[in-house]
């Protein structure tokens, strides 16, 4: 299969931006559940579904992305027209707006196209830049998850290990392989291996790890390099700023041992027209000045 994505079976490639979006987008493979009673609680009617349903449900979206901008969005059309010639997908893109104005759902039909489009090391349309996200049930509109695509190098790795399913063993203990780049699939360079992973950055990064036995001669310490490690804010559950740096709504208040304490709150949002409850999240405490 070459760059521009040909494959048996594939559609031919719109040759231009009006044959992309005048392409019809299809519906998605139907999930049964069975019809219910009504279930009530306290007076208030509700409707509840299994774990089991929810995650057959989301079968269909495991290829789904989130493109996040954080400046106003270039328009659907060129958003879909830059993932298709860009990223060199197989399969046309459906692009769709979300409820945030600076969202949007990047909807892809395959694994390859999926690995192409979160991994990618350039995260800009028409000179906006974007975060991605792997689509799930647990995915919120006002929160960022903390599971990312994050470039490493294997410092020192030697080429015999640069298989794909040997580097999908290695990086168990940093994330989810992703995948590799094109110098360490074709072994061109062999000071080490890059690879992308979907990793938690709400969690300390590991910089070494064992491969083999801990302590045994045939064994050693990974060295792992991380590229453009994100910072993650685990109180406002967004990237791009750690807890210090955090601007969320901060009150001093001052204890009984005399020092003072920052309590660190979410500010109150209406719902449906009610005002919802704030909650504090976190203290650190200061020296009284």
């Known amino acids: 299969m070459d760059a521009a994505g040909a494959a048996v079976g594939a559609p031919a490639r719109p040759r231009s931006y009006a044959d992309l979006v005048a392409q019809t987008p299809q519906p998605i493979p139907e999930v049964e559940v069975p019809l ?3 279930k009530m609680f306290e007076g208030v009617p509700y409707v509840s579904f299994t774990k089991e349903e929810i995650d057959r449900s989301a079968q269909p ?3 789904f992305l989130v493109l996040k901008f954080l400046r106003r969005r270039p328009s659907l059309d060129n958003i879909r027209a830059f993932c298709w010639w860009h990223w060199g997908l197989v399969f046309q893109p459906v692009i769709s707006a979300m409820a945030n104005p600076r969202s949007v759902f990047v909807c892809l039909s395959n694994e390859e196209d999926f690995i192409k489009g979160f991994s990618r090391e350039a995260f800009e349309i028409d000179g906006v830049p974007y975060r991605v996200f792997h689509w799930s049930p647990e995915y ?4 960022e998850l903390a599971f990312v695509p994050v470039w490493i190098f294997l ?3 030697p080429p015999n290990y640069y298989h794909e399913s040997f580097l999908r063993n290695i990086t168990l203990p ?3 392989f992703i995948r590799r780049d094109n110098c360490t699939r074709c072994a061109t360079r062999t ?3 890059r690879v992308c992973i979907k990793m938690d950055i709400s969690k300390p990064p590991m910089d070494e790890f064992w491969i083999g036995v801990p302590n045994q001669p045939s064994s050693w310490l990974q060295a792992v390099v991380f590229e453009k490690l994100p910072q ?5 559950c967004m990237q791009g700023h750690n807890l210090k740096m955090c601007s969320r709504e901060r009150t001093k208040i001052q204890g009984g041992d005399g020092k003072l304490r920052k309590i660190w709150g979410r500010k109150d949002k209406k719902i449906d027209g009610k005002a919802g409850c704030s909650k504090e999240v976190g203290t650190s405490e200061v020296q009284p000045t």
């Open 61 to 63: 979206f495991k290829f």
């Open 174 to 176: 940093l994330g989810q």
């Open 36 to 38: 219910r009673p009504l």
């Open 140 to 143: 919120v509109e006002e929160q």
């Open 191 to 193: 000071d080490g291996a």
């Open 155 to 157: 410092l020192g790795l």
């Open 232 to 236: 993650f804010c685990m109180h406002c």
